[in-house]
């Protein structure tokens, strides 16, 4: 990726990461920027190494060595892990001595996106942290010196812990579909290693993303592992996003397990062996996860949705798991805590291979009607604004309970709706949860007419 002068804005410091779009908002010479800038923070604290890896994204490997000459010429030692997982970055942090971390992924995004995940002396960085590396780049507050580099393969140090800490009843035959992210460089080997016969589908690194968007969350991106269970004898089918962090589950019979039914199976699971411990979901999980965590003897938390906050709220809390309706999910019950599919996919298949009938047992989760987010565009900066407005309205006819840990959650009987703000665009973002088609479209009237009442020019998704 030959330099294209970007220019550098504080858009792509984001709440949760670093994401711009190539040649435009982020180039080569960001990138050395962002490496001086999160090295000298580095080193202010003690830190004197970095781990990085990248994804398989076409601009990776450019950006990936500028951000490693940045942290060098801040005086910070590199190790380079080459092209991984978000994960396996993760997991270096936890097994090489050195407990901070750059990952070069544009995880979902298009193809033209690229941005970084960043871990410092072991916890995720987020929102006024990541602020305060745009000041040091504007200020130019950077140490100087001469860091080393060095690259090192963690591949089979992570499969290995996997393979060696999870267990499977049976062999069993699955379906994985990577959608050309970097999942599929290590996905395969990883489910074989636990006794797995494994269709693979998309498992070629292509930064193009050529036959699909590396995106579980969607119903669209899953049509090939519905079919690929249709024709085949396998009997579930797992999908990846595009650095590995996040996971998408079919059943034999075509229906799709959201991640907050996954969470509600795994933490049931964690539960006996953290009786009475904390379980963490964010405020766009199914009101059943509350219940299904009761009932199973844990305590039901939820949180704000964001990667990077509920890993905080689980080293806050203690929690043993965690999880958000967007696929990240956080085992601190025998793993280290950190968003993983990969893994979470494994332990999946541990659930799974003890069951009598797979889909039956995980169709049978608890669920409601509901809608996938609905987006409301809006202005940049408006839609905090927006939402600010509405936490602020008391009025909520026959509500059980309104929650504003994170937009408004307004909780009914038989189901709730949710107004929040993005953290990554200028949207707003709703979520429905009824019993019935009509509770759906009252819920949906009541928060419309709320959105309405702040902003009457609102068009409304539904």
């Excluded at 100087?144 to 393979?163: K, N």
């Amino acid at each position: 990726m030959a330099n294209s002068n970007a220019t550098l804005t504080p858009g792509i410091f984001k709440a949760y990461d670093i994401r711009g779009v190539l040649g435009s908002t982020l180039d080569t010479a960001i990138a050395h920027q962002i490496g001086m800038a999160f090295g000298s923070t580095a080193l202010e604290q003690g830190e004197h190494t970095v781990i990085i890896g990248r994804d398989g994204r076409l601009s990776g490997p450019d950006l990936s060595a500028a951000l490693a000459a940045g942290l060098q010429a801040a005086g910070v030692n590199v190790i380079d892990l080459g092209m991984v997982a978000t994960p396996m970055l993760y997991f270096a942090t936890h097994v090489l001595g050195a407990a901070s971390g750059i990952m070069v992924t544009g995880s979902h995004n298009p193809p033209d996106y690229n941005g970084f995940k960043m871990v410092l002396s072991g916890q995720a960085i987020y929102g006024e942290a990541i602020q305060q590396l745009y000041q040091r780049i504007i200020n130019k507050r950077f140490t100087q010196g001469q860091g080393s580099y060095q690259q090192h393969d963690i591949r089979t140090a992570y499969l290995e812990r996997i393979t060696g800490g999870v267990q499977l009843a049976r062999r069993m035959k699955i379906v994985i579909d990577c959608g050309n992210g970097v999942a599929g460089a290590f996905a395969g080997e990883l489910y074989r290693g636990l006794g797995c016969e494994v269709q693979e589908l998309f498992c070629e690194v292509d930064g193009h993303f050529p036959n699909h968007h590396p995106d579980p969350a969607h119903p669209e991106n899953l049509q090939d592992v519905i079919h690929a269970l249709q024709t085949t004898d396998a009997e579930l089918g797992l999908a990846f996003d595009g650095d590995g962090d996040r996971l998408g589950v079919v059943t034999k019979d075509g229906q799709i397990i959201y991640p907050d039914r996954q969470l509600m199976l795994f933490a049931r699971d964690v539960l006996k062996r953290h009786p009475g411990a904390p379980i963490l979901y964010d405020v766009k999980c199914s009101r059943h996860v509350g219940v299904v965590v009761s009932a199973a003897g844990g305590e039901p938390l939820m949180c704000q949705t964001g990667h990077s906050l509920v890993k905080a709220k689980m080293r806050e809390t203690n929690a043993p798991f965690g999880g958000e309706m967007s696929g990240h999910l956080f085992f601190k019950d025998r793993w280290y805590g950190f968003d993983d599919g990969l893994y979470a996919g494994a332990r999946l298949l541990e659930l799974a291979s003890r069951m009598q009938d797979i889909s039956a047992e995980l169709n049978a989760l608890p669920q409601s009607m509901s809608t996938p987010e609905l987006q409301i565009q809006l202005a940049e900066g408006e839609n905090h604004a927006l939402v600010g407005r509405l936490q602020q309205q008391t009025d909520w006819p026959g509500a059980e309970r309104i929650i504003k840990i994170d937009g408004v959650r307004v909780e009914y009987s038989d189901g709730f709706g949710l107004v929040r703000a993005s953290n990554t665009t200028p949207v707003l973002v709703l979520r429905f949860e009824a019993e019935t088609t009509a509770g759906l479209h009252r819920i949906q009237q009541a928060l419309g007419a709320a959105i309405c009442a702040v902003k009457p020019d609102a068009v409304l998704p539904f």
